[in-house]
């Protein structure tokens, strides 16, 4: 009998901090690639839609918990930690041998209003620090990879300097970001630290100097020693936008150089603007993921890739970009059917590559 599914899984995703979970195997094989593969997931949804939970065995190595992890859902008072929802998703992804990627430790939203009150560096240290040890520690054996920073970027980034402006920032200064990676290093020396960001992907308006806000920070993390050992770039390509190919390449081949792995952590395609009908606008969403891929993997193979949902009736996308002409939108690798689009064989294409 050839490996089992955990074998394959222990043996494909230890080395991308995406280690197999404990828990008995799903009965549906995933069609393994070198690369893994992961989707997001809200748990009401997942325990709405039986069909969610199955999508994911049949085509996942690890889910996103889309808000159960954020402080907003895991924070309600200081001394209180609620992980009812995070647990139901680690137990999911347990269940059925997948990692589960834990997004995210800090980010300027969605904090508790506790939080945002806090005056003191002392207190802002405290809590970040006890937030993180907790949450790392209660997962460790189901969460291979973190992103540890969120969005340190900010949208206007002018300058390389340029740092997004938080309640920790506030309190902690532009250092917290080492901070946090350096806590989460401590609590999990083997799992994966992430750094993420958004809207680096584009050759146009303010994304230029966004990414290379981003690349400053990531090499300044760098250059300090502190451990970040991987780029997410979330990937919510703005249909009908260009992909910026000769500079994301660039970007992702000095962010490899620096011996940085590079995640694609929260792919979908904001479709809003796209043609209507379902074949023409799938046809330029598959053809944006491939620019998109394409560039990334002009310098070596991904490291991982996550599209944020898997379906087309479970996306953030519904009602942040909702369509004029009252069409679904379409960003995602299924349909609102779960039937694969011709984005999914272009992501299992780039999947293969090693
Ligand atoms: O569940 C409640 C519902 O009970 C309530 O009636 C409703 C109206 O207030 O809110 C619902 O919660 C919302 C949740 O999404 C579920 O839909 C929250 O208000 C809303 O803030 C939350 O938005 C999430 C957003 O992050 C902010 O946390 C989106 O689902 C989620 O897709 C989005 O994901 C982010 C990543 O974390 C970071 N990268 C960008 C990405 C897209 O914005």
């Given at each position: 009998?050839?490996?089992?599914?955990?074998?394959?899984?222990?043996?494909?995703?230890?080395?991308?901090?995406?280690?197999?979970?404990?828990?008995?195997?799903?009965?549906?094989?995933?069609?393994?690639?070198?690369?893994?593969?992961?989707?997001?997931?809200?748990?009401?949804?997942?325990?709405?839609?039986?069909?969610?939970?199955?999508?994911?065995?049949?085509?996942?190595?690890?889910?996103?918990?889309?808000?159960?992890?954020?402080?907003?859902?895991?924070?309600?008072?200081?001394?209180?930690?609620?992980?009812?929802?995070?647990?139901?998703?680690?137990?999911?992804?347990?269940?059925?041998?997948?990692?589960?990627?834990?997004?995210?430790?800090?980010?300027?939203?969605?904090?508790?209003?506790?939080?945002?009150?806090?005056?003191?560096?002392?207190?802002?240290?405290?809590?970040?620090?006890?937030?993180?040890?907790?949450?790392?520690?209660?997962?460790?054996?189901?969460?291979?990879?973190?992103?540890?920073?969120?969005?340190?970027?900010?949208?206007?980034?002018?300058?390389?300097?340029?740092?997004?402006?938080?309640?920790?920032?506030?309190?902690?200064?532009?250092?917290?970001?080492?901070?946090?990676?350096?806590?989460?290093?401590?609590?999990?020396?083997?799992a994966l630290l992430v750094i993420n960001e958004y809207?680096?992907?584009?050759?146009?308006?303010?994304?230029?100097?966004?990414?290379?806000?981003?690349?400053?920070?990531?090499?300044?993390?760098?250059?300090?020693?502190?451990?970040?050992?991987?780029?997410?770039?979330?990937?919510?390509?703005?249909?009908?936008?260009?992909?910026?190919?000769?500079?994301?390449?660039?970007?992702?081949?000095?962010?490899?150089?620096?011996?940085?792995?590079?995640?694609?952590?929260?792919?979908?395609?904001?479709?809003?603007?796209?043609?209507?009908?379902?074949?023409?606008?799938?046809?330029?969403?598959?053809?944006?993921?491939?620019?998109?891929?394409?560039?990334?993997?002009?310098?070596?193979?991904?490291?991982?890739?996550?599209?944020?949902?898997?379906?087309?009736?479970?996306?953030?996308?519904?009602?942040?970009?909702?369509?004029?002409?009252?069409?679904?939108?379409?960003?995602?690798?299924?349909?609102?059917?779960?039937?694969?689009?011709?984005?999914?064989?272009?992501?299992?294409?780039?999947?293969?590559?090693?």
């Open positions: 009998m050839g490996p089992t599914r955990r074998d394959v899984l222990a043996m494909g995703l230890a080395t991308c901090g995406w280690a197999a979970a404990g828990g008995t195997a799903a009965s549906a094989q995933p069609a393994h690639r070198p690369v893994p593969f992961g989707g997001a997931v809200y748990l009401p949804d997942l325990e709405a839609d039986p069909r969610l939970g199955d999508a994911i065995v049949a085509h996942c190595q690890a889910v996103t918990p889309v808000n159960e992890l954020k402080w907003i859902s895991t924070r309600p008072a200081p001394d209180l930690f609620d992980f009812a929802a995070s647990d139901k998703i680690a137990d999911f992804a347990r269940t059925n041998a997948l990692a589960m990627h834990g997004h995210t430790l800090v980010w300027y939203a969605e904090l508790p209003e506790w939080v945002t009150r806090l005056t003191s560096a002392a207190d802002a240290e405290r809590a970040l620090t006890e937030h993180i040890v907790t949450t790392m520690q209660r997962y460790g054996d189901v969460a291979r990879s973190w992103d540890v920073v969120n969005e340190p970027i900010p949208d206007a980034a002018r300058r390389p300097t340029d740092r997004r402006d938080s309640h920790w920032r506030a309190l902690l200064g532009d250092d917290h970001i080492a901070q946090a990676f350096r806590i989460a290093h401590d609590v999990d020396p083997d809207d680096v992907e584009f050759a146009t308006g303010y994304f230029p100097a966004k990414r290379q806000a981003f690349a400053h920070l990531i090499r300044e993390l760098v250059d300090k020693g502190v451990p970040v050992h991987a780029v997410g770039l979330q990937g919510h390509l703005r249909g009908g936008v260009p992909i910026a190919k000769d500079e994301l390449a660039q970007f992702v081949a000095d962010m490899r150089e620096l011996g940085l792995k590079i995640m694609v952590t929260e792919l979908d395609v904001i479709d809003r603007d796209l043609p209507g009908p379902a074949d023409v606008r799938d046809a330029i969403i598959a053809a944006q993921v491939e620019d998109f891929l394409g560039a990334i993997t002009a310098s070596g193979p991904l490291h991982s890739i996550t599209t944020w949902g898997l379906s087309d009736t479970y996306t953030w996308i519904r009602w942040a970009y909702g369509r004029s002409d009252g069409l679904g939108n379409r960003p995602l690798p299924l349909d609102e059917n779960f039937q694969r689009k011709p984005m999914f064989d272009v992501i299992d294409r780039f999947r293969s590559i090693v």
